[in-house]
């Protein structure tokens, strides 16, 4: 007669085999040192987690909070508003600006231009201009040395 074989009892229900690859990573050097680390840092890992939870149940009560959404809502629009409407008007001014230039067949002599140099919008944008290639040039210089 033979001896029934006894079997090993699933952990967690776990399969034999799965025990065996956890038990030989358990006794891998490298693993049981990092073991001593996280035992030793426990009450460091357990304080961040207190203080990550906290956080978060104060971020889901805010996400939550419809009256706090809504005013987050009203605030980022007075903030965007203006800044939306700028950029329409400066884009429908490109816009109208493009379609004047194409329709405008005549060329611009020396005097014109002289006197376009007078417009304080064009004194601006050649200031913008003079600064922007200063700037340029200063980084360019800096990236060399």
Same mark, same amino acid.
């Not at 004194?123 to 340029?136: E, I, T």
């Given at each position: 007669?033979?001896?029934?074989? =006894?079997?090993? !009892?699933?952990? $967690?229900?776990?399969?034999? @085999?799965? $025990? ?18 996280? &035992?030793? *840092?426990?009450?460091?890992? +357990? ?11 104060? +971020? ?6 419809? &009256?706090? !959404? *809504?005013?987050?809502? &009203?605030?980022?629009?007075? %903030?965007?508003?203006? &800044? ?12 109208? @600006?493009?379609?004047?230039? =194409? ?7 020396? %005097? ?6 007078k417009d304080? *919008?064009? =004194? ?6 003079? +600064?922007?290639? $200063? !700037?340029? $040039?200063?980084?360019?210089g800096?990236?060399?040395?």
């Open positions: 007669m033979s001896q029934p074989t =006894q079997q090993e !009892v699933p952990v $967690n229900g776990a399969a034999p @085999a799965q $025990n065996q690859d956890v038990l030989d990573q358990l006794m891998k050097p490298e693993v049981q040192d990092s073991l001593i680390v996280l &035992v030793e *840092n426990l009450p460091k890992l +357990a304080e961040m987690v207190t203080a990550m939870t906290k956080a978060y149940d104060f +971020a889901q009560g805010l996400a939550t909070d419809k &009256v706090f !959404v *809504n005013d987050m809502k &009203v605030a980022l629009g007075e %903030f965007t508003t203006p &800044v939306v409407e700028k950029a329409k008007g400066v884009a429908s001014a490109a816009i109208e @600006a493009g379609d004047r230039a =194409q329709a405008e067949q005549s060329s611009v002599g020396l %005097f014109g231009m002289l006197k376009m140099l304080p *919008n064009v =004194q601006q944008s050649l200031r913008f201009a003079q +600064a922007f290639l $200063n !700037v340029l $040039n200063e980084r360019q800096q990236k060399q040395d």
